[in-house]
């Protein structure tokens, strides 16, 4: 079992930064694929950015030079540094992580995070 618990979502102005944090704990030593996804009211989640194993990592196009995804091994933590928001990036994020022993996907809660005009 992974339990993912997530926070630094909000409200914030078009142009601004946000940066998401997610702590993994449990069976940790199992994940190979770590990130965040989000879903908007009406549409489908979609991935924002994801580690994955062998050390790449991957981003949506719509968020490509405006967010970051890093991590802090000693804290089991990913975060999600978003900058120069808009309007279409408001959604609900998820943080989300891939187990290989059993294959398994587990989400976190969710966080809002909804940027104005």
Excluded: H
């Amino acid at each position: 079992q992974v339990q993912l618990v997530e926070s630094g979502g909000g409200l914030v102005q078009a142009g601004g930064s946000l940066r998401l944090s997610c702590a993994a704990s449990g069976s940790i030593f199992s994940i190979n694929r770590m990130g965040w996804y989000r879903q908007a009211p009406g549409k489908q989640r979609e991935l924002v950015a994801v580690f994955r194993s062998g050390g790449s990592t991957n981003y949506a196009d719509s968020v490509k030079g405006r967010c970051t995804l890093s991590r802090d091994n000693a804290k089991n933590t990913v975060y999600l540094q978003m900058s120069s928001l808009k309007p279409e990036d408001t959604a609900v994020y998820y943080c989300y992580a891939r187990s290989s022993r059993p294959p398994y996907d587990y989400w976190g809660q969710g966080t809002q995070v909804t940027v104005s005009s």
